[in-house]
């Protein structure tokens, strides 16, 4: 099948998910993971019923990021996987709360990974949710493809880092998701600077590139530019409420407010 409404995949019933976020890269480590989080982060903080779904399930992040790592998943009595539920209300559900040891690699071919992932959007009891963020494998291969198939998404975020952002890598990206008819929302620049958290300076490494230009021709928003800081590497440390920095603060709330109100 080619569009989404043409896959014939099922939505569950049992769940209630008013919007679908999914957040993308075009390639791997470039804060996908981190910006999925804190998205849902924030949505929570403004009230919103929030789950996260871990589609990167060859390498899950998102159980650290969410402070879930070790937990175990159950089977409700109508055999749908009950999703772990973070300190601050966020359900989650990943690939690493069904495995005995987290440690080892999942040796699957595409076609197995990407299933896992629809049966997470089938499977999962998410009962009502006013967003569910999906954390999406990276790239444009065929795993990225089978979850923009087999879930309804109602928009893309993609992430890219600056050197990145003007190139064929993210381009394809935003190309995958607007011939399957998902529509892009934005781009987050990731890591856009390093915030010197000493002297309150910004230093940008990636200069001269011409990203607006870029995103004017591709037709993108710019959603935000989250610097390089040590405050979002430890969000797996100690989560968001250890960000303490006001223009951090205001740049990550920024962000999602850019996201929801488009
Ligand atoms: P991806 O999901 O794209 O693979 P991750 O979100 O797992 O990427 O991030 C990769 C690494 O970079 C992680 O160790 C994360 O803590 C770190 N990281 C991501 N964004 C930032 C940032 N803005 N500042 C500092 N560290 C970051």
Do not use: H
């Not at 856009?192 to 928003?221: A, H, V």
């Amino acid at each position: 099948c080619g569009k989404q409404d043409t896959c014939g995949v099922e939505n569950n019933p049992r769940n209630n998910i008013k919007n679908v976020i999914g957040v993308m890269s075009g390639k791997g480590g470039v804060g996908k993971s981190t910006v999925s989080t804190i998205l849902a982060n924030e949505l929570r903080q403004k009230g919103y019923k929030v789950g996260i779904l871990d589609a990167d399930i060859t390498g899950p992040s998102i159980p650290r990021l969410t402070n879930t790592q070790n937990k175990k998943a159950m089977m409700s009595t109508e055999e749908m996987i009950i999703p772990i539920i973070t300190e601050n209300g966020i359900k989650v559900m990943s690939l690493n709360f069904l495995l005995e040891d987290e440690n080892q690699p999942v040796i699957w071919r595409g076609p197995i990974v990407g299933s896992t992932a629809k049966k997470f959007w089938t499977d999962t009891l998410w009962e009502d949710l006013d967003y569910l963020i999906i954390d999406m494998p990276p790239g444009t291969g065929d795993v990225a493809l089978t979850v923009m198939q087999s879930v309804p998404i109602n928009g893309i975020v993609m992430v890219s880092i600056p050197q990145d952002l003007v190139s064929m890598i993210v381009s394809k990206g935003v190309n995958m998701a607007r011939k399957l008819d998902i529509p892009v929302i934005g781009v987050v620049e990731n890591m856009s600077y390093i915030l010197c958290p000493d002297c309150d300076s910004k230093i940008r490494l990636y200069e001269g590139e011409n990203t607006e230009q870029f995103l004017n021709d591709m037709d993108l928003k710019l959603l935000g530019e989250i610097p390089m800081c040590k405050e979002i590497t430890d969000i797996s440390k100690n989560g968001m409420k250890k960000i303490t920095n006001k223009e951090i603060k205001d740049i990550l709330e920024n962000m999602t407010n850019n996201i929801i109100s488009s």
